[in-house]
């Protein structure tokens, strides 16, 4: 069976998503705050690294790209296009987006960076897309949204 693990999965594009793969016959494990997320997320065909936690995500993906085929990570644009009002969400979203790039040009994991807006979130619906197709497709490692739409 195609197991999905997902971070943050409480409210919002993470609880969508849980949702979304659940109808879809996968199983799903959420993964929160409080769990050992490394340990857990072992044996999943794809992990889903949604939840915001400073470092945190970096940390994760170290842990797991050797450990597991598929990870899908949430970025930010502010990683190129940085919040002056945040400036260390901004950063964090920058290193972030270049270890998923280093990850994915070793060619040993298939890494998803998705790069999203305030209104991206609004639209889970083509974000679960996009993850969908990447599956069938993962040569491709980022996607970057404007106004909710992919822009390849």
């Not at 993470?14 to 340990?39: M, P, Q």
């Not at 072992?42 to 889903?48: A, M």
């Not at 919040?83 to 987006?97: C, G, I, V």
């Amino acid at each position: 069976m195609f197991k999905v693990c997902i971070t943050g999965t409480t409210r919002g594009l993470g609880k969508f998503l849980k949702d979304y793969f659940t109808k879809k016959g996968y199983f799903v494990l959420g993964l929160n705050r409080g769990d050992d997320i490394a340990n857990l997320a072992v044996g999943c065909n794809l992990f889903i690294n949604n939840a915001y936690d400073g470092e945190l995500q970096i940390e994760l993906i170290n842990q797991l790209h050797t450990r597991i085929r598929n990870i899908v990570v949430m970025g930010s644009i502010a990683s190129d296009y940085p919040d002056p009002n945040r400036p260390e969400y901004s950063q964090h979203k920058k290193e972030l987006k270049q270890r998923v790039l280093e990850i994915a040009n070793t060619g040993k994991t298939n890494m998803l960076l998705l790069e999203l807006t305030g209104e991206s979130y609004n639209d889970p619906e083509t974000v679960a897309k996009v993850i969908d197709f990447w599956l069938n497709n993962p040569k491709i490692t980022c996607v970057s949204f404007v106004h909710g739409e992919p822009n390849g």
